[in-house]
């Protein structure tokens, strides 16, 4: 059995499409897979998305505010080209809006139904809070608490299934392809991967 562990940066390059091979993987789970998802990585995409949609709502209303100016002008070819450009931007705009949405709920969807949910052990908790509280931090991933936990959670569910293979996909290569961190995941043993085309490709090598 294969443990893949996944995280909030997963849940979102699935609902803004960019990453063909997660979605089918999601679509297609294997049963020799077994995929593994701290929970609060669900509300961290939640609210990913909300902060999204405040910004494209912003956009909406620049773009409503635009329009209103182009339908002011009566004489210019061009404002009315504008207009119709502006139109169907702001059709579009509310459109992508709600399929990044539909995505991200199927998403969860599949995971709630397929995947294990990774709770924190109160030990973590512990364990960040002294560090931050006593300004003694050690903390693997600086200046974020929320990948401190995620990573700290796949960590030590690995430690607890270490007779199974294991594999870790984030494409959030700023905190978890760090060099430091990258040497604890090893040590867990736990292959990361930056994308699912290349843990795919690592796969089926395994397999050969």
Not at 104 to 119: K, M, V, Y
Request: hydrophobic letters at 40%.
């Amino acid at each position: 059995m294969l443990i893949l562990y996944i995280e909030t940066n997963f849940l979102m390059t699935v609902a803004k499409g960019r990453d063909l091979e997660a979605e089918k993987l999601l679509q297609n789970i294997s049963p020799s897979i077994r995929i593994a998802i701290p929970a609060i990585c669900y509300v961290e995409a939640i609210n990913t998305y909300r902060i999204d949609k405040q910004s494209k709502l912003k956009f909406q209303a620049e773009i409503e505010k635009q329009i209103n100016e182009a339908m002011r002008d009566k004489t210019s070819v061009h404002s009315k080209s504008l207009l119709v450009s502006l139109e169907k931007a702001s059709i579009e705009n509310l459109l992508l809006l709600n399929d990044v949405q539909n995505r991200l709920s199927s998403t969860i969807d599949l995971l709630l139904e397929n995947a294990e949910t990774i709770n924190f052990q109160n030990s973590i908790i512990q364990e960040i809070c002294s560090q931050v509280f006593l300004e003694t931090e050690t903390l693997l991933i600086k200046n974020d608490l929320m990948d401190n936990l995620i990573l700290q959670s796949i960590i030590d569910h690995a430690t607890q299934h270490s007779e199974d293979q294991k594999a870790f996909i984030s494409g959030n290569t700023k905190d978890f392809g760090k060099q430091n961190v990258q040497q604890i995941l090893n040590s867990a043993g736990i292959h990361y991967f930056s994308n699912t085309k290349n843990f795919l490709g690592w796969l089926e090598s395994q397999s050969s």
